[in-house]
């Protein structure tokens, strides 16, 4: 099997084999899972009590599109990184080597999607960050926290997507650049029983000369 992954060729060949080296990238998967399904959570809570908000008090404001935005690159990382963590325990060493090149375009992919979350949810200034929830159309105030209204925390809320974006761009850059290689001892049994499959085959061949020679 093509070994796959961007930087994988350069891992020591002594830790690319080891059990610890592929415990380390199964749990990195299952780390980017958990990641993305507690930001979608925190982030979801926040913008459900935006839309209560502008519903019951705020009615000429509208929810930032950002908000859109970073809900919707958190649905798809939860439902990308499910789906490669059963795979992973379906397929062995992650599938055919095109599935492999294809989960480095999504861990890339998803390395770029976490960066703008990072950038929406930035505590200064980030259209989604801690103090933008509201669209400043058809209101004086953009904000909530301390300008809009103080008893309202569900502005806080994106410190954590924002700190779990983070993780999250680090997680995939990770998965993108290391994938799991055969193992190394599989590797030279099956070496040995292709080679052990030839000499037989020759060995056959001979006797069939020999068979016919005397023939």
């Known amino acids: 099997m093509a070994e796959t992954g961007l930087l994988t060729r350069f891992v020591p060949d002594r830790l690319r084999h080891s059990s610890v080296y592929r415990l380390f990238l199964r749990l990195t998967r299952v780390l ?3 990641s993305a399904v507690i930001s979608l959570g925190l982030f979801s809570s926040r913008v459900y009590k935006i839309y209560r908000l502008v ?19 958190l ?10 963590m059963i795979l992973m325990l379906i397929l062995k060493r992650g599938g055919p ?3 492999r090149w294809l989960w480095v375009l999504l861990d890339l992919a998803f390395v ?3 960066i703008a979350v990072t950038v929406l949810t930035r505590p200064n200034g980030g259209l989604a960050g801690p103090r933008h929830c509201y669209n400043t159309r ?3 105030a ?7 209204n103080a008893a309202d925390q569900s502005c806080n809320l994106p410190w954590g997507t924002f700190i779990l974006a983070i993780l999250s761009t680090i997680l995939h ?3 993108a650049a290391f994938h799991e290689v055969r193992d190394h001892h599989q590797s030279i049994k099956r070496t040995k029983r292709v080679k052990d499959e030839q000499l037989q085959r020759e060995d056959q061949m001979r006797i069939n000369d020999n068979y016919h020679n005397d023939v």
Not at 75 to 84: E, H, I, P, S
Not at 142 to 148: A, E, I, K, P, V
Request: proline share 0%; no cysteine.
């Open 112 to 114: 770029g999607a976490f």
């Open 75 to 84: 649905a798809a990382a939860v439902l990308y990184t499910l789906l490669a």
């Open 55 to 73: 519903n019951a008090v705020k009615e000429q404001r509208g929810i930032n599109n950002a908000n859109g935005a970073v809900e919707g690159i």
């Open 138 to 140: 058809n209101a004086n």
């Open 97 to 99: 080597t095109w599935l």
């Open 173 to 175: 850059a990770i998965t």
């Open 32 to 34: 980017q899972f958990f």
């Open 142 to 148: 953009s904000n909530t926290g301390t300008q809009g």
